[in-house]
C-alpha cells in the first residue's frame, strides 16, 4: 500500500528505496527507544501526537548551549552574529523543505497553533461579516478554535465540510460548498485521528477557482512524505517540528511572499520592527514582521537538525516504510476479533483509530502500558469529529520511522490480552 | 497478567463497568450535576432525590466512560442511600483517601458504615495508576456538586 497523493510522495512498485532503508540501524538513532517500561522494552506507538527525537537533533541542541548560544539579530560581537547566521541558515533548510520560493516565505513560529492563529489574526482581520471560512469534520482543534474566534470578532460565516463513512473528505461537499463569498479554506493534509490523506492539489485548485484562499495544517503531512508548497499551490502551509522528530516550541508558517507582504503584524514587539517611536512606528518585511521577541533560538537549530536527518534518510524511503507499517498493522489488527479501525480512507497516512467492542480505550490505553506500548487514547483534540463519528474517544496507534513489523505484533498481543483481561 | 492489572480490574468492578446498577434517570430528582472529564471525554450525570430530612432517598447516574469511572458510578449508588449530605461527604472523603493513599485502611476512615467503605475497597487498584484516580471519583466530585447545588464539575 502506498502512501499516494497527489503531493505525497508516491512510491512505485519498482522502487527500490527501501532497500537503503535499515529501520534496525535508524533505531540506534534514537537513544530512548532504548529505554524499558514496567520492565519491557517500549514500544512507542505515539509519534503522531509527539515523536521521539534522534541523536542528531539532541546533539545540536546540547552542542549550542555548550559552545556557542548567545541572541540573535542584536549583538555584534562573534557568537551573535555567528548563530544569526545558523539561525536563518534553518529558514533555507525549511525553505528547501517545503520548497518555497523563497525563504522569507517562511515564518518560525511556536507550534501550527499559533501558525494558524497568525493567519486568523493578520489575514482573518481584513475579512468582513458575512465572508466565509471553510473547514472540515476532521479538522483538530488547533484548526476550528481560532476560526471560531474570528467568527466571535467579526461576523464571518463558518462552513464545515462532512468527512465520508470510510474518513475521507466529502470532496462534492465541498466543492458545492464555495461560494463567492468564500475568502479562505482551512484544512489539514492528514487526519490526525483518521490517518485520511486529502487530495490537497485539487482541493486548492477549485478554492482558487472560487477566489478564496487556502491555509493548509501540515502537522501530520510533512512527517509522512515529502510536501511541495508550490507544486499545491498553497497559500499557507503549517506544520510543526516536534511531530517531525524535532524539538517542541518550534512550528512553521509558509505564506507566499505577496500574502505576507499585505499583512499586518501579528504580535508586536521587538524584532519585529524597522523603527520605534512613541509616535509612529513601523515595521520590519516579512518573515520577521511575525516574529516578535527573542526566538525560539535552540529550538530552530534542532528543527534544522531535525529536516537534515529526515532528508538524508530520505522522503520516499520514510513513505515506503510506513506504508508498509500501515498495511501490516491493518491487516494484522483486523484479525482481532471485535476491533473496528475507523478511517479506511483509500489514501492514508500511518495512522490507525480504532475500538475494541465492548471495552473503552481508556482501559485498554491502561492496560497496554503495562506492556511496554504507548499509544493515544482519547479525543485526539478533535472533539467535533468524535462527534461525527457518535465515539467518545478512540484508541490510536500512530507510526514513525523507527517502528517495526515486530511492534505492531506487540501492540496485537497487547490487545488480545486486553480482551482476555475483560473476558 | 500483571497483578497490578487484575487489582485494578477484578471481577466486580468488570461486572458493574458491563453491567451498571441504577443506570437511570429518576423522575424524581430532585438534584443533579454532571461529572466530565475532559482528558478522555467520560461523562456521567448523577441525579439524587433527598427528601424532607435531608437524607438521599434515592440516586442513579447516566453516562458514559472507561470501567473504572462506570464501575466507581454504579458502586456509589448503591452506598449513598439513606445517607445525609454530610454522611455522603464523608463516605467520598474517606473513598478518596482510599484512591490516592497507600496506607489507608478503613479503621482510619472517619466514615460510621466501614461497610460501605470496605465494598468500595475494590476500586483501591487504581492508587497504582494515578491518572485513573479522576476516573474513579469522577461519579463522586458530580455526586457532591449536585448536593452542593452545582450542575456541573470538571476533574481538570
Same mark, same amino acid.
Given at each position: 500500500?502506498?502512501?499516494?497523493?497527489?503531493?505525497?510522495?508516491?512510491?512505485?512498485?519498482?522502487?527500490?528505496?527501501?532497500?537503503?532503508?535499515?529501520?534496525?540501524?535508524?533505531?540506534?538513532?534514537?537513544?530512548?527507544?532504548?529505554?524499558?517500561?514496567?520492565?519491557?522494552?517500549?514500544?512507542?506507538?505515539?509519534?503522531?501526537?509527539?515523536?521521539?527525537? =534522534?541523536?542528531?537533533?539532541?546533539?545540536?541542541?546540547?552542542?549550542?548551549?555548550?559552545?556557542?548560544?548567545?541572541?540573535?539579530?542584536?549583538?555584534?560581537?562573534?557568537?551573535?552574529?555567528?548563530?544569526?547566521?545558523?539561525?536563518?541558515?534553518?529558514?533555507?533548510?525549511?525553505?528547501?523543505?517545503?520548497?518555497?520560493?523563497?525563504?522569507?516565505?517562511?515564518?518560525?513560529?511556536?507550534?501550527?497553533?499559533?501558525?494558524?492563529?497568525?493567519?486568523?489574526?493578520?489575514?482573518?482581520?481584513?475579512?468582513?461579516?458575512?465572508?466565509?471560512?471553510?473547514?472540515?469534520?476532521?479538522?483538530?482543534?488547533?484548526?476550528?478554535? =481560532?476560526?471560531?474566534?474570528?467568527?466571535?470578532?467579526?461576523?464571518?460565516?463558518?462552513?464545515?465540510? =462532512?468527512?465520508?463513512?470510510?474518513?475521507?473528505?466529502?470532496?462534492?461537499?465541498?466543492?458545492?460548498?464555495?461560494?463567492?463569498?468564500?475568502?479562505?479554506?482551512?484544512?489539514?493534509?492528514?487526519?490526525?485521528?483518521?490517518?485520511?490523506?486529502?487530495?490537497?492539489?485539487?482541493?486548492?485548485?477549485?478554492?482558487?477557482?472560487?477566489? @478564496?484562499?487556502?491555509?493548509?495544517?501540515?502537522?501530520? @503531512?510533512?512527517?509522512?512524505?515529502?510536501?511541495?508548497?508550490?507544486?499545491?499551490?498553497?497559500?499557507?502551509?503549517?506544520?510543526?517540528?516536534?511531530?517531525?522528530?524535532?524539538?517542541?516550541?518550534?512550528?512553521?508558517?509558509?505564506?507566499?511572499?505577496?500574502?505576507?507582504?499585505?499583512?499586518?503584524?501579528?504580535?508586536?514587539?521587538?524584532?519585529?520592527?524597522?523603527?520605534?517611536?512613541?509616535?509612529?512606528?513601523?515595521?520590519?518585511?516579512?518573515?520577521?514582521?511575525?516574529?516578535?521577541?527573542?526566538?525560539?533560538?535552540?529550538?530552530?537549530?534542532?528543527?534544522?537538525?531535525?529536516?537534515?536527518?529526515?532528508?538524508?534518510?530520505?522522503?520516499?524511503?520514510?513513505?515506503?516504510?510506513?506504508?508498509?507499517?500501515?498495511?501490516?498493522?491493518?491487516?494484522?489488527?483486523?484479525?482481532?476479533?471485535?476491533?473496528?479501525?475507523?478511517?479506511?480512507?483509500?489514501?492514508?497516512?500511518?495512522?490507525?483509530?480504532?475500538?475494541?467492542?465492548?471495552?473503552? =480505550?481508556?482501559?485498554?490505553?491502561?492496560?497496554?502500558?503495562?506492556?511496554?506500548?504507548?499509544?493515544?487514547?482519547?479525543?485526539?483534540?478533535?472533539?467535533?469529529?468524535?462527534?461525527?463519528?457518535?465515539?467518545?474517544?478512540?484508541?490510536?496507534?500512530?507510526?514513525?520511522?523507527?517502528?517495526?513489523?515486530?511492534?505492531?505484533?506487540?501492540?496485537?498481543?497487547?490487545?488480545?490480552?486486553?480482551?482476555?483481561?475483560?473476558? | 497478567?500483571?497483578?497490578?492489572?487484575?487489582?485494578?480490574?477484578?471481577?466486580?468492578?468488570?461486572?458493574?463497568?458491563?453491567?451498571?446498577? #441504577?443506570?437511570?434517570?429518576?423522575?424524581?430528582? #430532585?438534584?443533579?450535576?454532571?461529572?466530565? #472529564?475532559?482528558?478522555?471525554?467520560?461523562?456521567?450525570?448523577?441525579?439524587?432525590?433527598?427528601?424532607?430530612?435531608?437524607?438521599?432517598?434515592?440516586?442513579?447516574?447516566?453516562?458514559?466512560?472507561?470501567?473504572?469511572?462506570?464501575?466507581?458510578?454504579?458502586?456509589?449508588?448503591?452506598?449513598?442511600?439513606?445517607?445525609?449530605?454530610?454522611?455522603?461527604?464523608?463516605?467520598?472523603?474517606?473513598?478518596?483517601?482510599?484512591?490516592?493513599?497507600?496506607? $489507608?485502611?478503613?479503621?482510619?476512615?472517619?466514615?460510621?458504615?466501614?461497610?460501605?467503605?470496605?465494598?468500595?475497597?475494590?476500586?483501591?487498584?487504581?492508587?497504582? $495508576?494515578?491518572?485513573?484516580?479522576?476516573?474513579?471519583?469522577?461519579?463522586?466530585?458530580?455526586?457532591?456538586?449536585?448536593?452542593?447545588?452545582?450542575?456541573?464539575?470538571?476533574?481538570?
Amino acid at each position: 500500500m502506498a502512501l499516494a497523493t497527489d503531493t505525497l510522495t508516491e512510491i512505485g512498485a519498482g522502487s527500490n528505496s527501501t532497500l537503503a532503508f535499515d529501520v534496525e540501524r535508524l533505531r540506534e538513532d534514537f537513544p530512548i527507544l532504548k529505554q524499558q517500561v514496567y520492565g519491557k522494552p517500549l514500544v512507542y506507538l505515539d509519534s503522531g501526537s509527539s515523536s521521539q527525537k =534522534p541523536r542528531a537533533v539532541i546533539d545540536a541542541m546540547s552542542e549550542l548551549l555548550e559552545t556557542g548560544y548567545a541572541n540573535v539579530h542584536r549583538g555584534a560581537y562573534y557568537f551573535s552574529q555567528t548563530l544569526t547566521d545558523r539561525y536563518e541558515g534553518v529558514r533555507k533548510t525549511v525553505a528547501r523543505f517545503l520548497n518555497a520560493a523563497s525563504d522569507q516565505e517562511i515564518v518560525f513560529t511556536r507550534n501550527v497553533t499559533e501558525a494558524i492563529n497568525l493567519v486568523a489574526h493578520s489575514f482573518g482581520n481584513s475579512l468582513a461579516a458575512g465572508d466565509e471560512v471553510i473547514i472540515t469534520e476532521m479538522e483538530h482543534h488547533a484548526n476550528i478554535v =481560532p476560526w471560531q474566534l474570528l467568527r466571535d470578532r467579526i461576523g464571518i460565516t463558518l462552513k464545515v465540510v =462532512p468527512i465520508a463513512e470510510d474518513g475521507s473528505l466529502r470532496l462534492d461537499a465541498y466543492a458545492d460548498m464555495l461560494t463567492p463569498r468564500t475568502r479562505l479554506v482551512a484544512i489539514t493534509h492528514v487526519s490526525n485521528v483518521l490517518g485520511s490523506v486529502n487530495p490537497m492539489k485539487e482541493i486548492i485548485r477549485l478554492a482558487h477557482k472560487a477566489g @478564496a484562499l487556502v491555509l493548509v495544517d501540515g502537522a501530520q @503531512a510533512v512527517v509522512h512524505g515529502k510536501v511541495d508548497v508550490q507544486d499545491l499551490d498553497a497559500d499557507f502551509y503549517a506544520f510543526t517540528g516536534h511531530k517531525l522528530y524535532g524539538p517542541t516550541a518550534i512550528g512553521v508558517l509558509y505564506g507566499k511572499a505577496s500574502l505576507l507582504t499585505e499583512m499586518p503584524p501579528f504580535l508586536g514587539g521587538g524584532d519585529m520592527i524597522r523603527s520605534v517611536s512613541f509616535s509612529e512606528t513601523t515595521y520590519a518585511d516579512p518573515p520577521h514582521r511575525f516574529e516578535a521577541g527573542t526566538p525560539p533560538i535552540v529550538e530552530v537549530i534542532g528543527l534544522g537538525a531535525a529536516i537534515d536527518y529526515v532528508t538524508a534518510i530520505g522522503h520516499d524511503a520514510i513513505a515506503a516504510h510506513e506504508a508498509g507499517l500501515l498495511a501490516y498493522a491493518t491487516e494484522r489488527l483486523q484479525q482481532i476479533d471485535g476491533l473496528t479501525i475507523y478511517g479506511t480512507a483509500k489514501e492514508k497516512a500511518a495512522i490507525i483509530s480504532f475500538g475494541l467492542e465492548g471495552i473503552h =480505550p481508556h482501559d485498554i490505553g491502561t492496560i497496554i502500558d503495562r506492556e511496554g506500548v504507548a499509544i493515544r487514547v482519547g479525543h485526539h483534540c478533535a472533539q467535533p469529529l468524535m462527534e461525527c463519528l457518535g465515539l467518545p474517544a478512540t484508541a490510536r496507534a500512530s507510526f514513525g520511522l523507527y517502528n517495526t513489523p515486530a511492534e505492531v505484533d506487540v501492540l496485537a498481543r497487547a490487545l488480545e490480552k486486553v480482551k482476555e483481561l475483560f473476558g | 497478567m500483571q497483578d497490578v492489572l487484575r487489582d485494578l480490574y477484578q471481577e466486580v468492578i468488570l461486572d458493574h463497568g458491563k453491567h451498571p446498577r #441504577n443506570h437511570r434517570h429518576p423522575p424524581a430528582a #430532585n438534584r443533579s450535576a454532571r461529572g466530565y #472529564n475532559p482528558l478522555c471525554g467520560d461523562q456521567v450525570t448523577v441525579y439524587l432525590e433527598t427528601d424532607a430530612d435531608g437524607h438521599i432517598s434515592d440516586v442513579a447516574f447516566e453516562g458514559r466512560g472507561c470501567a473504572i469511572s462506570i464501575a466507581s458510578a454504579s458502586m456509589m449508588t448503591e452506598v449513598l442511600r439513606g445517607k445525609t449530605e454530610t454522611e455522603a461527604q464523608q463516605l467520598f472523603d474517606d473513598f478518596h483517601r482510599l484512591c490516592t493513599e497507600g496506607g $489507608f485502611t478503613t479503621e482510619q476512615a472517619g466514615t460510621e458504615d466501614r461497610e460501605a467503605l470496605e465494598r468500595l475497597q475494590v476500586l483501591a487498584g487504581v492508587r497504582e $495508576f494515578p491518572v485513573r484516580v479522576k476516573c474513579a471519583t469522577l461519579a463522586w466530585h458530580a455526586m457532591t456538586s449536585a448536593l452542593a447545588g452545582g450542575d456541573e464539575t470538571t476533574t481538570e
